[in-house]
């Protein structure tokens, strides 16, 4: 192990406030301390005299979302509390390789817990040296990522229908629960003939709460891949809606919306949204369950109006990957 500034040139961003900058939308990405879409919040019009940081360097959040540490494959500029990252002269290092040490910076998250931030201490933080990374590093195929962002369908014009119109949750969708956690054996990584467990949660990634035996549930609880569920408790958590990207057995606090007609995982991914969005609904300890999850409003799709639907999910970044 050695310390990160062993390996790299750690040095503060552009320190920039982006309510005083133009936003544009082919302008510079304009990485701050968010942990979403690369760090970068927002493209911003060239500022003259102001240097942008170099594509291929590693951004690092200081506080916030602290040390989430992303490869930044543009040039850009920062806001306040990032560090940039660049290896030492002499340092040769493939993307591969900078992705991992942005993995293993994260894995020190634990360590500022209450606030704390890394300004100071990031430079110290322990990594394995380079003779050290795994031998799988070097073979992993980045190639495969290419064009994960673009949409599925090119188009210069794809624009949402009249979503006046509205319709109860029960009307179009089978509304069923999961099942309590105890008796079920609940182990952290997938096993042979196993299936994942989810619970709610405020990211689709976080959901993942164990995997448990196929044969330990009932057949009527283990619901396809495609399938559109619904968190239904947690302060934090309730009423995010996902669509399924594998098979899964959902815990007591989700439940999941069946369609009463065909539809498509475009359709079945805007009805997530528009569930999501009812979140302000249910503060101050209510929770979208029973009688309050069925009568939640949703937009009413018919005729043409499920075609410009379709075409507009088509239209979004990374929606090339729907299936």
């Known amino acids: 192990m050695v310390e990160l500034q062993e390996l790299f040139n750690i040095e503060y961003g552009n320190s920039l ?17 968010t942990a979403k879409n690369n760090g970068v919040s927002a493209k911003v019009k060239e500022l003259a005299g102001i240097r942008k940081m170099s594509k291929g360097s590693i951004t690092v959040s200081l506080g916030g979302s602290v040390l989430e540490a992303f490869l930044q494959c543009d040039e ?5 509390h990032i560090y940039c990252l660049t290896p030492k002269d002499g340092i040769a290092m493939s993307d591969e390789v900078k992705l991992y040490y942005c993995a ?19 430079k110290n933080l322990l990594v394995p040296n380079l003779d050290q990374i795994p031998e799988w590093v070097s073979g992993v195929d980045l190639a495969i990522y290419k064009g994960i962002d673009k949409p599925k369908k090119e188009t210069k014009e794809a624009n949402l229908p009249d ?3 509205t319709i109860r949750i029960e009307e179009i969708f089978d509304i069923k629960n999961g099942i309590a956690a105890s008796g079920l054996k609940e182990k952290d990584k997938a096993f042979k003939n196993s299936i994942m467990y989810v619970r709610p949660a405020a990211t689709q990634a976080r959901t993942l709460r164990s995997y ?3 044969s330990s549930v009932p057949e009527d609880k283990i619901f396809p891949k495609g399938s559109l569920f619904v968190s239904t408790n947690g302060e934090g958590s309730h009423s995010y809606s996902y669509v399924s990207t594998d098979e899964f057995v959902p815990n007591s606090d989700v439940s999941v919306l069946t369609p009463k007609r065909e539809m498509s995982t475009e359709e ?5 949204k528009c569930i999501t969005a009812n979140r302000y609904l249910f503060s101050y300890g209510r929770k979208p369950k029973g009688n309050k999850l069925k009568s939640i409003k949703i937009p009413k799709l018919e005729g043409k109006d499920i075609d410009k639907v379709i075409s507009y999910i088509n239209s ?8």
């Open 212 to 214: 448990i035996a196929k």
């Open 104 to 122: 293993c910076i994260r894995a020190n998250k634990y360590r500022y817990s209450y606030g704390r931030q890394a300004n100071r201490t990031l």
């Open 316 to 323: 979004l970044p990374y929606s090339s990957n729907i299936e």
């Open 268 to 272: 079945k991914l805007f009805y997530a």
């Open 17 to 33: 406030d982006l309510n005083k900058l133009v936003q544009k939308s082919d302008g510079v990405n304009f990485v701050s301390r």
């Open 76 to 80: 850009y500029y920062t806001g306040y």
């Open 163 to 165: 979503l006046s119109k």
